[in-house]
């Protein structure tokens, strides 16, 4: 069974850091393109960070350039998202999805997690 979990999302202030994680299972995670998005109440789902499943290149929205930064444990199967500097406009449910192939992008996409839901206030 094809499985995408999100852990690592909680209440962090402003300033604060968070990684979220993102377990694979039934599946290998080789060959498939990996993002994180995130989504606000009564607003579209946005592409946060992307790692290439070719080359391992990595792309970021420029909200978040310099702050996050995306990570494949390849051994474990699982993808990271290390949040730092935290905003409160950072706040969103967060979900990570793969595609098969290289592409990232909203409708690459294949499988997608639940999602975790992070908060930044004080």
């Known amino acids: 069974q094809v499985q995408l979990v999100e852990s690592g999302g909680g209440l962090v202030q402003p300033g604060g850091s968070l990684r979220l994680s993102c377990a694979a299972s039934g599946f290998s995670l080789d060959h498939y393109a990996i993002g994180w998005f995130r989504q606000v109440p009564g607003k579209e789902r946005d592409e946060v960070s992307c790692i290439s499943s070719s080359d391992g290149s990595t792309d970021y929205t420029d909200s978040v350039k310099g702050r996050f930064t995306i990570s494949r444990d390849k051994a474990k199967n699982t993808v990271h998202l290390q949040m730092n500097s935290l905003k409160p406009e950072d706040t969103a449910v967060y979900y990570c999805?793969?595609?098969?192939?290289?592409?990232?992008?909203?409708?690459?996409?294949?499988?997608w997690g639940k999602g975790t839901l992070v908060t930044v206030s004080s």
């Open positions: 999805a793969v595609g098969y192939g290289s592409e990232c992008g909203y409708y690459a996409m294949d499988y």
